[in-house]
């Protein structure tokens, strides 16, 4: 009911900034939450960050300070991200919430180098 496609992956050196977008289409009024996971090589797939319809957001505690996810009124989610660590390495994945049935997008690569 709901697509996502993510962008703005990239190679950054440590402590660049990129920001992420994800472009929803479908049922995006149905959405009532979006996300951010990623997913480093050989480790599980972890929450990066979240935003309600409200506004509310929720984030990881390794990311605190540096990254801020943020919508706009299509349900388009971003995730800007400052200061980036070599640890921040993964596959970040969209999500979007539609009453407890989680759509996820394809993925985009980030890679950051010492």
């Known amino acids: 009911q709901v697509q996502l496609v993510e962008s703005g992956g990239g190679l950054v050196q440590s402590g660049g900034s990129l920001r992420l977008s994800c472009a929803a289409s479908g049922s995006i009024f149905s959405i009532q939450s979006m996300g951010w996971y990623r997913q480093a090589p050989g480790k599980e797939r972890e929450l990066v960050a979240t935003?309600?319809?409200?506004?509310?957001t929720n984030y990881a505690d390794s990311v605190k300070g540096r990254f801020t996810i943020s919508r706009d009124n299509a349900n388009d989610v971003y995730l800007q991200m400052n200061t980036l660590k070599p640890e921040d390495t993964a596959v970040y994945y969209c999500?979007?919430?539609?009453?407890?049935?989680?759509?996820w997008g394809q993925g985009t690569q980030v890679t950051v180098s010492s």
């Open positions: 935003i309600t319809r409200r506004g509310i």
């Open positions: 999500t979007a919430d539609i009453f407890a049935r989680v759509y």
